[in-house]
Nanobody, 123 residues
Framework: QVQLVESGGGLVQAGGSLRLSCAAS?????????MGWFRQAPGLEREFVAA???????EYLDSVQGRFTVSRDNAKNMVYLQMNSLKPEDTADYYC????????????????WGQGTQVTVSS
């Protein structure tokens, strides 16, 4: 069955870095037009963070542009989110998601979701 599993979250000080990983199974990663990252902070709504298409096109939330980098390795069925210069406001549960269409920022476009990995950034 299709499964997405995130890893790499943890506790880091402001200004530090983390790399999140998303392992896809059940279908080849290359079968997904778009792979996205979303996050949800305690008490807040889910928001789009980053996405990458099968052809390598990327989009980012304005507040993470220049700090975060999304990438994918189809041969390893892995998606990554490199997070640098982390800020306390980046604290959230981060989710990996898969889509068959070229629509990046709308969560409703994604059909598969991981269970999330927690990122906590201390000041």
């Amino acid at each position: 069955q299709v499964q997405l599993v995130e890893s790499g979250g943890g506790l880091v000080q402001a200004g530090g870095s983390l790399r999140l990983s998303c392992a896809a199974s059940g279908r080849p990663l290359s079968s997904y037009v778009t792979m996205g990252w979303f996050r949800q902070a305690p008490g807040l709504e889910r928001e789009f963070v980053a996405a990458i298409t099968r052809s390598g096109y990327t989009e980012y939330l304005d507040s993470v542009q220049g700090r975060f980098t999304v990438s994918r390795d189809n041969a390893k069925n892995m998606v990554y989110l490199q997070m640098n210069s982390l800020k306390p406001e980046d604290t959230a549960d981060y989710y990996c998601a898969a889509s068959y269409v070229s629509s990046y920022r709308n969560g409703a476009s994604y059909v598969y979701w991981g269970q999330g990995t927690q990122v906590t950034v201390s000041s």
